[in-house]
């Protein structure tokens, strides 16, 4: 018997001409893999881009390795991630990221809810959406269970390696330049990405700082997306 669900695109491998294998992000079933066939005719949606929300119906196995979706739609089609340049850079490099973080078949509905929210409040900003992914993936580590720890009068200097903020400075602490707008992102919600202010020197630095952070508390691989992340950012 398939089942409704909605599911996040985090990852799209080729498996053969006609066939590809999709890492999703489900409300109900968590994280699995399924293999989907290309349609390649002119004109047809491509519904397997990085972050795309899905609706879709599954035949679930937890002891199938290969998920097989039964149908699949649109849930909420995105209006500007898919067009612009930017957007949809960073839209792969989070999906990456997600890929390397996120465990297999856990359901979290709370978490699942928090990356539809963010993503369609990424997509609808028109003015200001340069520093999303600086203060996303700093509210993603709250899922992740690292973090950080609030700057205090007595522990003013982030270590990365500590996971919070220190009374003094040590080989890792991030520059003294870089150090009150690391505390203001962690002091800003998500939604107010779009009020940030930095140069595009200071979000180069403090994206640096929390890849750096990522390397450190979850050993994640190199991220392919990085670099060209940075050059879309110059």
Do not use: C
Not at 103 to 125: R, V
Not at 156 to 165: D, K, V
Not at 217 to 224: C, D, E, T, V
Request: proline fraction near 5%; charge should be positive.
């Amino acid at each position: 018997m398939s089942t409704s669900t909605e599911g996040i695109v985090i990852r799209t491998i080729r498996y053969s001409e006609s066939q590809l294998i999709v890492h999703l992000l489900t409300r109900d079933f968590g994280r699995f893999s399924a293999i989907v066939r290309r349609n390649r005719k002119r004109g047809s949606s491509n519904y397997f881009q990085p972050l795309f929300h899905l609706s879709l119906e599954v035949n679930f196995s937890p002891n199938r390795s290969l998920q097989r979706i039964q149908q699949l739609r649109f849930a909420k089609p995105y209006a500007d991630i898919p067009f612009s340049v930017q957007k949809n850079t960073v839209a792969q490099f989070i999906a990456e990221i997600l890929s390397k973080v996120v465990p297999e078949q856990e359901p979290d509905k709370e978490f699942f809810s928090f990356l539809i929210n963010a993503f369609h409040l990424f997509d609808e900003e028109k003015d200001n959406p340069q520093h999303f992914h600086l203060l996303f993936l700093l509210h993603l580590t709250r899922f992740l269970g690292i973090f950080p720890s609030k700057k205090t009068d007595k522990q003013a200097w982030f270590s990365p390696s500590e996971g919070s903020f220190v009374p003094q400075i040590m080989h890792d602490t991030i520059p003294e330049e870089l150090n009150v707008s690391f505390n203001k992102l962690l002091h800003t919600p998500l939604s107010g990405f779009h009020k940030l202010k930095f140069d595009r020197m200071t979000n180069q630095a403090l994206l640096a700082q929390i890849v750096d952070y990522y390397h450190i508390q979850l050993n994640i691989s190199r991220l392919k997306t990085y670099d060209v992340l940075k050059q879309v950012f110059n």
